[in-house]
């Protein structure tokens, strides 16, 4: 496994190399990340991750300093994994100028996360767009737990006309439901006792729409309301299409329910499709 820090040193590594695919991440690995991994693997003759806080995508009240940094064991995780380059920037390598071009993913930056986060999928897809271009990959690996990001990205790649293949992974869970996350480690150890009711209510609205129930909004309420009652703070909970994410009209049957809501320091992100 190589390790390497500069774009020079990466690009002089991969020029040889028939094809990659490409696992971006922040680093502090779960077996989320380790499962991209896998899923990446037989896909190209060289699997690349790369490991960057972006300052770009967090506010100015958000985890930015307090984000885990463990590289020694995300080393040993990626080696055990077989990965065969890491890549692994300082702040001076991706941004060595102030970043003056931006990438604006329309309007889906200012719902849902975005109206949560503002100027969060900004920063999430103009990093991707140079790692993209530092990494050159055939294809890429993403988690359906950060569904709109997945969105966002899988649009832009589409609208910029990449040569690159995005492909979406299903959400990896704790025995008890909890999706994997790196922010799990914010939890007390009460708080995660409490994390998986997240998804358990997720799953009841999955099957209530299921079931034949086309009001979205009492649905959405009571998942708010059940939260709250269990010491969350909900910042929303959606019903929304597959495809954009907008709220469904009469006849959409291709439906995602979306979850975020803050547990004591950490800030929890779900969704489960449905498909009606």
């Given at each position: 496994?190589?390790?390497?820090?500069?774009?020079?040193?990466?690009?002089?590594?991969?020029?040889?190399?028939?094809?990659?695919?490409?696992?971006?991440?922040?680093?502090?690995?779960?077996?989320?990340?380790?499962?991209?991994?896998?899923?990446?693997?037989?896909?190209?003759?060289?699997?690349?991750?790369?490991?960057?806080?972006?300052?770009?995508?967090?506010?100015?009240?958000?985890?930015?300093?307090?984000?885990p940094r463990t590289l020694e064991s995300d080393c040993a995780k990626l080696r055990d994994a077989g990965v065969d380059v890491?890549?692994?920037?300082?702040?001076?390598?991706?941004?060595?100028?102030?970043?003056?071009?931006?990438?604006?993913?329309?309007?889906?930056?200012?719902?849902?996360?975005?109206?949560?986060?503002?100027?969060?999928?900004?920063?999430?897809?103009?990093?991707?767009?140079?790692?993209?271009?530092?990494?050159?990959?055939?294809?890429?690996?993403?988690?359906?737990?950060?569904?709109?990001?997945?969105?966002?990205?899988?649009?832009?790649?589409?609208?910029?006309?990449?040569?690159?293949?995005?492909?979406?992974?299903?959400?990896?869970?704790?025995?008890?439901?909890?999706?994997?996350?790196?922010?799990?480690?914010?939890?007390?150890?009460?708080?995660?006792?409490?994390?998986?009711?997240?998804?358990?209510?997720?799953?009841?609205?999955?099957?209530?729409?299921?079931?034949?129930?086309?009001?979205?909004?009492?649905?959405?309420?009571?998942?708010?309301?059940?939260?709250?009652?269990?010491?969350?703070?909900?910042?929303?909970?959606?019903?929304?299409?597959?495809?954009?994410?907008?709220?469904?009209?009469?006849?959409?049957?291709?439906?995602?329910?979306?979850?975020?809501?803050?547990?004591?320091?950490?800030?929890?992100?779900?969704?489960?499709?449905?498909?009606?």
């Amino acid at each position: 496994m190589d390790l390497i820090h500069s774009v020079d040193a990466l690009r002089l590594r991969l020029q040889h190399e028939p094809n990659n695919v490409f696992v971006p991440t922040m680093g502090n690995l779960h077996g989320g990340h380790i499962q991209l991994i896998k899923i990446a693997k037989p896909r190209a003759a060289c699997t690349v991750v790369s490991i960057f806080v972006n300052r770009l995508q967090f506010g100015p009240q958000e985890d930015f300093e307090r984000y885990p940094r463990t590289l020694e064991s995300d080393c040993a995780k990626l080696r055990d994994a077989g990965v065969d380059v890491v890549f692994v920037p300082d702040e001076r390598e991706i941004y060595s100028e102030p970043q003056t071009f931006l990438v604006e993913p329309s309007d889906l930056q200012h719902i849902l996360d975005g109206a949560a986060r503002p100027g969060h999928f900004r920063g999430v897809a103009t990093v991707v767009l140079k790692l993209f271009n530092m990494v050159s990959p055939h294809s890429a690996i993403f988690g359906k737990k950060d569904y709109q990001q997945c969105l966002v990205l899988t649009n832009m790649v589409r609208q910029f006309a990449l040569p690159i293949e995005i492909i979406l992974a299903e959400t990896v869970r704790a025995a008890d439901g909890l999706a994997l996350s790196s922010r799990n480690d914010y939890l007390s150890a009460e708080e995660r006792r409490e994390a998986p009711h997240l998804y358990q209510l997720l799953c009841e609205a999955r099957e209530a729409i299921a079931a034949g129930a086309r009001d979205y909004q009492p649905i959405e309420l009571d998942v708010m309301a059940a939260l709250a009652h269990h010491g969350w703070k909900p910042d929303y909970i959606a019903v929304r299409r597959q495809s954009d994410l907008q709220p469904p009209a009469e006849g959409d049957r291709r439906l995602v329910v979306l979850a975020a809501a803050r547990l004591g320091r950490a800030r929890l992100i779900d969704n489960v499709e449905v498909n009606v």
